[in-house]
């Protein structure tokens, strides 16, 4: 088996895309290599714990409406054609990511690390959600079938912030500076929402010279 670290915010929409062209070469090649695993970079590391309105958060941003407008047409015109539906209209907040990373880590710990990011993506691209706001963090879980109970109590702590924060720090000093960054086998750094049949490649490339 390969590992295959995954660097991520799930208020990356590139991050969304990028891995969703990922799974669709998993699902051409059941038999790839791949154990996956998901690791914390914050966007936006400085955003206040309750988040903020998006559109204030865009505007401070790019500067203007108009240019943070500009900057999300090749995310809308690439999740189009991808038939992967983005609602930015109902987007009333970014949040800071701080405690979604926390689910995702807690999640792991229950095998369920890759349900709970792409349900955060989901739930934060597709439908608008609050994914800094407990409640909703506590909803996501119990759909995975984690005891929002515990997740709760859990959020409502400092549990594993320290952690998410250091790991976070930890890929900046390796030079990581963008989001998504996948990483193969410890070695090889690959940037970027990449497309499918380029997965499709690396996998072949990998199950050929495990074949050897």
């Known amino acids: 088996m390969v590992k295959l670290d995954i660097v991520s915010d799930p208020v990356c929409p590139w991050c969304y895309i990028g891995k969703v062209l990922l799974d ?32 204030s958060h865009l505007v401070s941003k790019f500067g203007s409406k108009e ?29 800071n990511t701080l405690d979604a990373h926390r689910l995702i880590h807690w999640a792991g710990i229950e095998g369920k690390q890759n349900a709970a990011a792409m349900a955060l993506f989901a739930a934060y691209f597709s439908e608008g959600r609050d ?9 996501i879980a119990d759909s995975l079938g984690i005891d929002a109970g515990i997740v709760t109590k859990l959020l ?48 072949d490339e990998i199950i050929g010279k495990h074949a050897e």
């Open 24 to 55: 669709r070469a998993l699902e051409q090649r059941p038999d790839h290599p791949f154990v996956v695993e998901w690791h914390p970079f914050q966007l936006n590391p400085d955003m206040p714990r309750g988040g903020m309105d998006r559109r």
């Open 67 to 95: 240019a943070a407008a500009a900057a999300y047409a090749p995310v809308m015109a690439r999740a189009e054609a991808m038939d992967l539906h983005f609602d930015f209209e109902a987007m009333a907040r970014t949040p």
């Open 131 to 139: 994914i800094g706001d407990a409640e909703v963090l506590a909803d």
């Open 156 to 203: 409502a702590t400092d549990a594993d912030t320290d952690d998410i924060r250091a790991r976070d720090q930890q890929f900046r000093e390796m030079g990581i500076t963008s989001v998504p960054t996948f990483i193969v086998a410890a070695q090889h750094a690959v940037p970027g929402a990449q497309d499918t049949d380029l997965w499709l490649r690396v996998i």
